[in-house]
């Protein structure tokens, strides 16, 4: 059983920057992603990246702000968040998939992270 932990979440102001990071208790080669899940809403498809670290997904709303990247060693997933809004709050999760695809549906993914918050004011 591989463990997913996020970090970096918080209150912010509009416009500010964020850097969420999730760490694998073991190394893993699978396919990343990260979700978030507001209040009362679906738990949403928000950046993917492949197991080589070669492909990336972002969901619309997010492109050109946020950037998802794995280190070398495969057991790092990071984020980097910029220009940050009112609407990107919500409880971000860490997701794994033996998938060879960057898939953006939650059920495909296998192993999941406890979440971090992430709240953006205006």
């Known amino acids: 059983q591989v463990d997913l932990v996020e970090f970096g979440g918080g209150l912010v102001q509009t416009g500010d920057s964020l850097r969420l990071r999730c760490l694998m208790s073991?190394?893993?080669?699978?396919?990343m992603a990260w979700f978030r899940q507001a209040p009362g809403k679906e738990r949403e498809f928000v950046a993917g990246?492949?197991?080589?670290?070669?492909?990336?997904r972002y969901t619309d709303s997010v492109k050109g702000r946020f950037t998802i990247s794995r280190d070398n060693a495969g057991i790092t997933l990071y984020r980097q968040m910029t220009d940050l809004r009112p609407e990107d709050s919500g409880i971000y999760y860490c997701?794994?998939?033996?998938?060879?695809?960057?898939?953006?549906?939650?059920?495909?993914?296998?192993?999941w992270g406890q979440g971090t918050q992430v709240t953006v004011s205006s």
């Open positions: 990246v492949s197991r080589g670290g070669d492909f990336y």
């Open positions: 997701a794994a998939t033996s998938s060879g695809t960057v898939t953006s549906r939650p059920f495909e993914y296998e192993t």
């Open positions: 073991a190394t893993r080669s699978d396919t």
